[in-house]
């Protein structure tokens, strides 16, 4: 695959199709046996309040693959990512009902670069509340 937008179409200030992602507790618990992260504050709530949590928290990673998300669905080549990285601010609480957290996504390109490649910002918000910073992507275009 290869990256389906031209970087000569893209200007500073493009808004990529902002996107929400519910995440329940059987997300979590197929995330935690994708990717063998089994620690218990994302799945046993009487733990995580223990430790200090207000509930079940979403992974990090996961938090952070769902962001990603807007950026690989708009270039339409995940290969097309050549950097990403987050800062993690917040946890998105997740509560133990039908309904769960939502995780909430917006981004833009920032900046144009070299060798055909963009800056992305990304901007990442679960109950009102910023749970990435310094969210970037960089990601090389046709």
């Known amino acids: 695959m290869t990256a389906k937008i031209a970087y000569d179409e893209v200007e500073v200030g493009t808004e990529l199709l ?22 218990p504050i994302h799945w046993n709530e009487k733990f995580a309040v223990e430790v200090g949590l207000p509930d079940v928290i ?8 769902e962001a990603a998300r807007v950026v690989t669905d708009w270039v339409g080549d995940p290969g097309a ?18 309904t ?12 144009k670069l070299e060798e055909n490649r963009v800056r992305v910002d990304l901007t990442a918000t679960s109950a009102g509340q910023k749970v990435l910073g310094m969210a970037r992507a960089v990601v090389r275009l046709a």
Do not use: C, W
């Open 18 to 39: 902002a996107q929400s992602f519910p995440v329940t507790r059987a997300t979590l618990v197929r995330y935690a046996g994708a990717s063998g992260d089994f620690n």
């Open 58 to 65: 979403a992974h990090g990673m996961f938090t952070m693959a």
């Open 81 to 98: 990512v050549v950097e990403y990285g987050v800062r993690f601010t917040r946890p998105v609480v997740v509560p133990n009902d039908d």
């Open 100 to 111: 769960g957290a939502l995780i909430e996504v917006s981004a833009k390109v920032a900046a």
